[in-house]
């Protein structure tokens, strides 16, 4: 499989300040990759220089096959989709101008604008002026904005943070339709479950380094202890290692009808996170 | 550069234009200061005066408009979604010039239909107005492209208004001919302006010329200034 985005050997320096240390890491075509790390971790530094807003100070990197030094060009941008943090819409026009704005810098057929509307569950309400939307429904728009010409690459900063969850899972399940039909994401996020839901691999990102990278479960099983946790009807709650010499004792448990609930103990990728690097994500 | 992203661009802008009273009320208070202007003067008006209106109109009109629509896509970040585009920042700047171009004629048109447009119905007078508009739509566009904000358009605009738009205002301070001041706004656009139209052409359009090449690098310097920001 073909890579949608090649990272060798990164820096970003802002003067004395190194945003991005030497940060290398490849995203397959087709994957869901999530990018997780702190505020001040170089996420969107990096998310920046891959998508052609900053260049980076030193390091080689490659999306869809084009080099940095063409990330302005057009044969670039109509490949990419972008929902940035900062990405914003023209507040006293609807939201189909807003989309039929971008559909045609795009050269996408007009008739997109419905389809995205229906994926991001706002179709009925596309000739509402955006100033009275709410910033759930603000969001969802923004995210219409980046699919709207059909790009190979999504680049997501927090698509879901401020919606509910009705409607984050509706977007969920539009973004996993999404990525069946071919499109890669990378994904930013802070929230772990969505991105043990979606991602087919996470980097985790500290200080400007990758400190992993991998799919969340073999993350999960990297750094579980492999232990059984297990809680009795007469209320024991006993943990039993995972190894051939207790075999017994969980037969017995089981023979004897004692065991209320048992499961391994592999940690989320917020324990994991907080684990490797020392410091929650916030 | 391409046809279909300007004209998007004019589409937007066209539909958004409305319903933005700010930018709205820079036309309108322009056609409102012809009309108190014409109220003040009986009979034909003198052509320096016509050409304050001019220069009110372009000033106001066409430097305030463009760079309000320019600055307000950097303070709410919608200029970085254009940018992220295929849409390049020239045909971006196409685009709201058109807009701003169509603004400026129908604002010009009334204002100077107000007070008598016949006097400028001519070669000399509309080539002079091309040129100011040329040379007021850059200054708008540079302004626009390094202010991060709507605000700041206003403290910009003032002195534009002021030193260019009104030049000919400088008659009502009664300097001397020979004083430094009127030397100096003297070569000023709207002087040089009435000159093309009272007196001589190449050297009045020569300096013109070289008032937008001034503007023309002055925007240039923004445009490099904003596309290698990091």
């Known amino acids: 499989m073909e890579n949608a985005i090649e990272v060798k050997g990164m820096q970003k320096i802002f003067g004395e300040h190194t945003a991005i240390n030497k940060v290398s890491f490849n995203v397959k075509q087709g994957e869901i990759f999530g990018f997780l790390g702190p505020s001040g971790s170089g996420k969107t530094t990096t998310v920046k220089v891959l998508t052609g807003e900053l260049k980076q100070t030193v390091g080689d990197v490659k999306v869809l096959g084009i080099d940095s030094e063409n990330f302005g060009s057009s044969a670039f941008k109509s490949q990419v989709g972008i929902l940035s943090d ?10 189909y101008d807003n989309l039929k704005l ?22 009925d309400e596309r000739s509402k002026i955006v100033s009275t939307l709410s910033k759930g429904m603000k969001q969802r728009v923004l995210l219409a904005k980046a699919l709207i010409h059909n790009p190979k690459l999504v680049f997501l900063d927090e698509p879901t943070s401020a919606l509910d969850p009705g409607n984050m899972a509706h977007i969920h399940r539009g973004l996993q339709k999404l990525n069946e039909a071919g499109t ?9 479950e969505e991105a043990t839901e979606l991602c087919d691999r996470v980097a985790f990102l500290h200080n400007g380094e990758l400190q992993e990278l991998d799919s969340p479960n073999s993350l999960r099983y990297k750094y579980s202890t492999h232990a059984f946790h297990v809680e009795t009807f007469k209320g024991n709650r006993l943990v039993i290692d995972n190894q051939p010499d207790q075999a017994d ?13 048992m499961h391994t103990d592999n940690p989320t990728l917020g324990q994991i996170f907080l684990k490797v690097t020392g410091k929650e994500l916030e | 550069m391409s046809v279909q992203r300007i004209h998007a661009i004019f589409e937007k802008d066209l539909k958004d234009l409305p319903r933005n009273i700010a930018l709205l009320m820079l036309p309108v208070s322009n056609i409102l200061l012809a009309l108190i202007y ?28 463009m760079m309000s629509m320019i600055a307000e896509e950097n303070e709410k970040n919608t200029m970085r979604g254009l940018i992220q585009s295929p849409a390049s920042l020239l045909d ?10 169509i603004i400026t004629a129908i604002s010009l048109m009334v204002s100077l239909m107000i007070v008598g447009i016949e006097p400028l119905m001519n070669f000399r007078a509309i080539i002079g107005l091309i040129l100011m508009f040329l040379f007021f739509l850059l200054v708008g566009i540079g302004i626009g492209l390094f202010s991060k904000s709507l605000a700041a358009t206003s403290g910009y605009l003032m002195p534009v ?26 070569t000023f656009p709207i002087m040089q302006a009435i000159e093309l139209y009272d007196n001589n052409f190449w050297m009045p359009l020569g300096i013109l010329t070289a008032w937008i090449i001034g503007a023309a690098l002055f925007t240039f310097i923004c445009f490099r200034k904003v596309m290698t920001d990091d």
Not at chain 1, 103 to 118: E, F, H, N, S, T
Not at chain 1, 252 to 261: V, Y
Not at chain 2, 49 to 63: C, D, E, N, P, Q
């Open chain 1, 184 to 192: 890669t994401i990378f994904l930013t996020t802070h929230n772990m």
């Open chain 1, 86 to 95: 900062n990405s914003s819409l023209y507040e006293r026009l609807t939201i």
């Open chain 1, 102 to 123: 971008f559909c045609k810098l795009y050269g996408a057929p007009l008739k997109q604008i419905d389809v995205v509307l229906r994926e991001v569950n706002l179709h």
């Open chain 2, 38 to 65: 014409s109220l003040t003067v009986d009979g034909e008006p003198p052509i320096a005066f016509l050409y304050l209106i001019a220069g009110a109109t372009f000033s106001m009109v066409t430097s305030g408009i």
């Open chain 2, 161 to 186: 208004m002021f030193l260019f738009g009104f030049t000919p205002m400088i008659a009502t301070f009664q300097l001397a001919e020979d004083s430094i001041i009127i030397r100096t706004t003297n």
């Open chain 2, 92 to 101: 971006i700047i196409i685009g709201k010039s058109l807009v701003t171009g």
């Open chain 1, 249 to 261: 004792q969980i037969r017995d448990l089981i023979a004897n009808g004692e065991i209320k609930a």
